[in-house]
């Protein structure tokens, strides 16, 4: 086995009021976090695209891996194309690859093919 080189941890200790206003703070800006269907027309910057990237591909990993693979897709002839094949894989989902379980599970909250 060889050696791997490792990172130090930079670690900045807060004091306990400041760490509850850090996290009440963090709680209040996720809590207004949820899905949604209504997308803006308007295109995110490159480089905001880039930082959430950059970000996420730090979250950890078994093994320190990273096993994911991220794409940015800004052609508007392929984003159609993947609409369709998502749509696709969706009513099939609905159209009996879903399990009864799983469609019960979804019927309270009204997800179904049909979209607006």
Not at 80 to 109: K, N, T
């Amino acid at each position: 086995m060889h050696e791997v080189p490792s990172i130090p941890l930079e670690f900045d200790a807060y004091s306990e009021p400041e760490m509850r206003q850090r996290s009440l703070t963090f709680f209040n800006m996720m809590k207004k976090r949820h899905s949604t269907r209504d997308f803006a027309d308007q295109p995110v910057p490159l480089a905001v695209i880039r930082h959430c990237l950059e970000t996420a591909g730090r979250a950890p990993s078994g093994a320190n891996q990273q096993p994911w693979h991220f794409v940015v897709v800004t052609d508007p002839d392929v984003k159609h194309q993947i609409r369709l094949a998502a749509e696709e894989e969706e009513r099939a989902f609905y159209s009996g690859g879903a399990g009864d379980e799983w469609l019960a599970a979804l019927e309270p909250i009204g997800t179904g093919v049909s979209k607006p």
